[in-house]
């Protein structure tokens, strides 16, 4: 079919199409995995915090206690980010 307008017959805008496609889905995946290393160390520093936050309950420690809630008020700040905005990454390009 010589006009449709859906079928690509130069080699060359082929190829560049398939590069940029290829890149493209490389960047997402990059984005996908980049959010979960976020939202994994986001949960680490909870329960992190969680941790210091009942020892210092265990052993009457005000310090301990408030180390404790900050570590896990900055573990969900850092999940939130990671769910919020690192998937805007991928829009970028």
């Given at each position: 079919?010589?006009?449709d307008p859906?079928?690509v017959?130069?080699?060359?805008?082929?190829?560049?199409?398939?590069?940029?496609?290829?890149?493209?889905?490389?960047?997402?995946s990059?984005v996908?995995?980049?959010?979960?290393?976020?939202?994994?160390?986001?949960?680490?520093?909870?329960?992190?915090?969680?941790i210091?936050?009942?020892?210092?309950?265990?052993?009457d420690?005000?310090?301990?206690?408030?180390?404790?809630?900050?570590?896990?008020?900055?573990?969900?700040?850092?999940?939130l980010l990671g769910?919020?905005?690192v998937?805007?990454?991928s829009?970028?390009?």
């Amino acid at each position: 079919m010589k006009g449709d307008p859906g079928i690509v017959t130069n080699k060359r805008v082929s190829s560049k199409i398939f590069r940029v496609t290829c890149r493209m889905s490389f960047f997402q995946s990059a984005v996908g995995t980049l959010q979960t290393l976020v939202i994994a160390l986001g949960a680490g520093l909870s329960v992190w915090g969680a941790i210091n936050l009942l020892e210092g309950y265990g052993s009457d420690n005000p310090g301990a206690k408030s180390q404790g809630m900050k570590q896990l008020m900055a573990g969900g700040g850092v999940i939130l980010l990671g769910m919020t905005l690192v998937p805007m990454l991928s829009t970028l390009f």
